[in-house]
């Protein structure tokens, strides 16, 4: 048996129909290559910054306050205290004038006289001889000739100070050494120079310089000349 052939218009709904489906099964595939170049493309943002430390703080500088002199204090009110009152003095009396008694001329003060010139010491007389005025000087015998008498006897300085006043141009036989002959030992030089110090007699240093430049008075005293013999008679 004979298939049979089909017919035009059926082919032809066929065709439609298959065109149809291949229409339909092509249109999701453009939708899907044309959806990725028509969506925008989404980039990742990026991460926020880090926050940067905050700045460090500016320091203040504060300018002191400029010093204002204290002022002085107030002055202390001085109260004075007003002064007493004075009675008033009564008036002066009025004086009376009297006429005045003649005055008498008074009488001039009796002269004063001259004071009379006072007159130098005189020295004492130069002695002819010493013997004598060293013979006063026995109470220093002991003193002058024994180491074991401490100190001058008070005698011995009175008869010191009298020779001092009286004779002091004889001091020279003392210090030349011609008073042992008349000392019952030899004379310690140094204790007789020590008897102006003990006995407070100062020494006449005029005097005592004149022992190289005056005459000394002879400590024996001068031998009257012997008379001259009768002559025999023829």
């Keep these: 048996m004979h298939e049979m052939a089909p017919s035009k218009p059926a082919a032809a709904a066929a065709l439609l129909i298959a065109l149809a489906v291949l229409l339909a099964a092509a249109q999701p595939s453009a939708a899907i290559r044309i959806k ?5 493309l989404l980039k990742p943002s990026p991460p926020p910054p880090a926050a940067s430390p905050p700045p460090p703080p500016t320091p203040v500088v504060s300018n002191p306050p ?7 204090p107030p002055p202390t009110p001085v109260i004075s205290n007003p002064p007493p009152s004075v009675p008033a003095s009564p008036p002066p009396p009025t004086p009376v004038i009297s006429n005045p008694t003649p005055s008498v001329p008074a009488s001039p003060p009796p002269a004063t006289p001259p004071p009379s010139p006072v007159s130098p010491a005189t020295p ?7 013997l004598t005025p060293l013979m006063g000087l026995t109470p220093c015998m002991g003193y002058l000739t024994n180491t074991s008498v401490a100190t001058p006897p008070a005698a011995c300085c009175g008869a010191f100070k009298s020779l001092v006043d009286n004779a002091p141009i004889c001091l020279c036989h003392g210090l030349n050494g011609d008073i042992n002959k008349i000392m019952p030992a030899p004379m310690d030089f140094m204790r007789m120079m020590s008897l102006p110090g003990n006995c407070a007699v100062p020494l006449p240093m005029q005097t005592i310089a004149q022992c190289a430049t005056a005459p000394v008075p002879p400590l024996d005293p001068p031998t009257a000349p012997a008379a001259p013999s009768p002559k025999p008679s023829l």
């Design 36 to 40: 990725p170049a028509c969506a925008p």
């Design 66 to 72: 400029p010093s204002v002199p204290a002022s002085p």
């Design 124 to 130: 004492p007389s130069q002695p002819t001889e010493c």
